[in-house]
């Protein structure tokens, strides 16, 4: 069997394992770099575009073609920060992280018993929950890449500054901002099992219809988001205080009979999926903090629920 080869060259690529093993990687720090699979996927696209429009000189010159990629894609990422910035302005409604893609059932194993990798893309930790993917968005571009970079992925600030063309000192202040936005924002530790009791306690008060049940599991001051991207009913504003939110679900219920609501692991965290008639319409993401759902977010865009409606 030939080596395939890189695109208009018409010689086979001597860097190709290496360069396809990083794919995964690439994807995994796109994501968090922009909160989109999405937009993940077509950056690291454009990543291994720009390598095969080298020349092969030029890609034998490269002492390490997995830390070009990676300086690559984290400079496509910058790029897309900012305009990602303009672009939501012109957002209908409020903008919230794309949710992975995860069929996982939390509560009773996989469907079929078979444990599901979000299509085997982008490996689940803290980095990735939902509360943290709305932190990381308040950030500037710069202090965004260079918290990832660093924190999660590990990369020298020497290397990072050459990225965001900044100092390696000036980065290592975006990174400790960045680390203080988030120790602001983290709520107190919840164990695993407590979330999950406090979640499957919220869908069955929901399927009960049971205000009081729902406003128990509500923190006071919780707050509901709803993302439709103008494609989908959503909230046009947050719904603060948990009474109004359990109100305004029980609502939402009432209007759409037929919704089924299934455990699923949104972002590595125990969530909530509704399908209608087998199709997915909306995906819930949850904050937890002791006993109390403190943040919902609901996302109802079409275009982000199109990795939860396909295989």
Known sequence: MSTPSGPGHGRPD??????????????????????SLAEAEDAVQETYARWYALTPPQRDAIESP????????????????GSARVRRERYVGPWVPEPLPDRTEWGQGAPGGTAVDPADRVTLDESVHMAFLVVLDAMTPAERVAFILHDVFRYPFADIAEIVGRTPAACRQLASSARRRLRVARPPATSA???????????????????AALIVLLDPDATAIGDGGGLARAHPRPIEGGERIARAYV???DAAP?????????????GLVAQRDGVTVTVYAFEVAGDRITHIWAVRNPDKLRPWTQG
């Open 14 to 35: 001597p860097h190709l394992s290496v360069i396809i093993s990083e794919r995964r990687q690439l994807t995994n720090l796109a994501y968090r770099l922009l909160g």
């Open 66 to 81: 997995g830390a070009w990629l990676t300086t690559v894609a984290s400079r496509i990422c910058l790029n897309l920060l």
């Open 193 to 211: 099992a407590q979330r999950a009791g406090v979640v499957r306690g919220f869908k069955q008060a929901w399927e009960e219809r049971d205000i």
């Open 251 to 253: 609502a939402f219920a």
């Open 258 to 270: 037929g919704l089924m609501l299934l455990e699923r692991t949104v972002n590595g965290r125990p």
